[in-house]
């Protein structure tokens, strides 16, 4: 769908572009855009490859079971009926950490594990359960504490200051969990907490 959704706009463009006359700024946009999409890409990537590192090296060095006994009050109330020591809490436990540090990057992989362990451990079929609902709202609405990515973007943007920003991303991403998760919860209510 998005690849259609973009070859839709990219088309729209060179056609509005070909009917007003402006080839030759569409053109030249297209060429600085894609050198800039390039150097955003590599400044990005050595961001994703340092804290991916560091999300590996803490969980060989233990401190992937320090954060799962961490959240483990908060992650056992949310997701009744999965194994607090299980597979599936881990990685859950883990998402949630590389949200908190603002890497959505490495977040993804780590919530993609946790939706196919919680997939075995609940014997789920074709239909999400409510752990899984509830996973994908927090993991979506993320709870940020350092929002490393936006800073990083800020950065390559020429911001002298890219985490000034802190109180806003903490505040919006505080509203946006509670209210996602009371979402969840109602809705898992609603259709009969199965």
């Known amino acids: 769908m998005m690849t259609i959704l973009f070859c839709a706009m990219i088309l729209s463009g060179i056609f509005l572009g070909g009917l007003t006359g402006r080839m030759p700024q569409v053109s030249q946009a297209a060429i600085e855009q894609s050198g800039e999409a390039v150097t955003l890409t590599l400044s990005l990537l050595g961001n994703f490859c340092l804290w991916g590192g560091m999300m590996r090296i803490a969980e060989q060095a233990g401190l992937t079971r320090a954060a799962a006994s961490f959240f483990s009050p ?109 979402a969840a919860r109602l809705l898992s209510f609603w259709r009969g907490g199965q």
Do not use: Y
């Open 74 to 182: 908060l992650t056992r109330r949310l997701f009744g009926g999965l194994n607090p020591k299980g597979t599936a809490m881990r990685a859950i436990t883990m998402n949630l950490t590389a949200n908190l540090l603002g890497l959505g990057g490495a977040a993804t992989p780590l919530g993609i594990t946790a939706m196919k362990e919680m997939k075995k451990e609940e014997r789920a079929s074709h239909t999400a359960t409510n752990n899984m609902a509830l996973f994908v709202v927090m993991n979506t609405a993320s709870l940020q504490l350092i929002p490393t990515t936006t800073a990083m973007l800020r950065s390559a943007a020429g911001s002298p200051h890219p985490l000034d920003i802190l109180p806003s991303v903490w505040l919006a991403s505080t509203v946006s969990v509670l209210c996602g998760i009371a």
